[in-house]
């Protein structure tokens, strides 16, 4: 969210029943083509492979993660990447 000088925080919200989602997100890739032709077909949004399931209420397993495995979107995440990789040797 890029800041503005309108731009306040409302409300801090209860963490304490959230997780972190990471990436990559792993389907089969039959069921993952069918699902993301059907959500193209009805012009549903969604914002990763997931949330397409989800409009199929079709069931997400869950597996533990790491928070070793940092994303890498943005330039900026390459120096703390860097950062890690060189702390680790």
């Known amino acids: 969210m890029s800041s503005s000088p309108h731009s306040y925080a409302k409300r801090t919200i209860d ?4 997780w972190q989602a990471q990436t990559p997100q792993v389907f089969r890739l039959g069921q993952l083509q069918k699902v993301l ?5 009805h012009e549903l949004t969604i914002t990763d ?41």
């Open 37 to 41: 032709t059907y959500v193209a077909e």
């Open 15 to 18: 963490r304490r029943h959230m």
């Open 49 to 89: 492979e997931a949330s397409a399931f989800e409009c199929l209420d079709l069931p997400i397993r869950l597996v533990t993660g790491s928070r070793q495995n940092i994303k890498l979107t943005y330039p900026d995440d390459a120096i703390l990447l860097t950062a890690i990789i060189n702390a680790q040797f």
